[in-house]
């Protein structure tokens, strides 16, 4: 996975009121928890929103006091009509443990059942994936390349070796699509072996 280097500042202060005060200051309220700590501190909007308002999923070394936490973001609240963030719940994790987020799924490859006139049907842009930091990608690729019409890619389908996939295993990620254009040929070609015999 990727890194996000972020500098945050402690804060005191909690509260609904003291919350207010901080946004308008550009700041966002955050905290961290996990290794059994709960910190409380404040980052610069403009600087965490490359690692919010991004495809990416990163592992953010958040450094607050001098001392660097590796840190994953486990939630975020935005405003209703604005999208802007509002908090940030970001969890810190040791080197031998088991992490699980949120990683980008891509499709690569080129169907048969689409060369055939089928339609790719995508149902998932990210899969919960769980496994040692190090281990991570930055995101899941899943291959078509052999994918018929009709036929589909199940979360049980993936077999990846340092992680694996937190979701069900009858999630779909994926299909291939019969279109009216492939139906109809099917249907001409069975017409004519119907009418060779």
Excluded: W
């Excluded at 972020?6 to 946004?23: C, D, P």
């Excluded at 060369?115 to 991570?136: P, W, Y």
Aim: aromatic content about 6%.
């Amino acid at each position: 996975m990727k890194t996000f280097e972020l500098k945050g500042t402690k804060r005191e202060n909690i509260g609904t009121k003291y919350a207010k005060e901080i946004r308008k200051e550009g700041l966002v309220p955050c905290i961290v928890y996990g290794n059994g700590e709960n910190i409380n501190f404040t980052v610069s909007k403009k600087d965490v929103n490359g690692a919010i308002f991004t495809p990416n999923v990163y592992i953010v070394n958040l450094e607050i006091d001098g001392k660097v936490i590796p840190t994953v973001i486990k939630e975020m609240q935005f405003h209703p009509v604005t999208d802007e963030v509002m908090h940030i719940d970001f969890y810190a994790y040791k080197e031998d443990q088991e992490i699980t987020v949120k990683l980008p799924v891509t499709f690569e490859g080129h169907a048969p059942g689409v060369k055939a006139g089928g339609k790719l049907q995508t149902a998932v842009r990210k899969l919960k994936v769980t496994g040692k930091a190090s281990n991570l990608p930055e995101q899941i690729v899943v291959s078509i390349a052999e994918l018929e019409l009709e036929q589909s890619i199940k979360v049980g389908d993936l077999k990846f070796d340092n992680y694996s996939i937190s979701d069900p295993k009858d999630m779909l990620l994926c299909r291939i699509l019969a279109t009216r254009a492939t139906q109809a040929a099917a249907a001409t070609e069975e017409s004519g072996k119907k009418k060779k015999k």
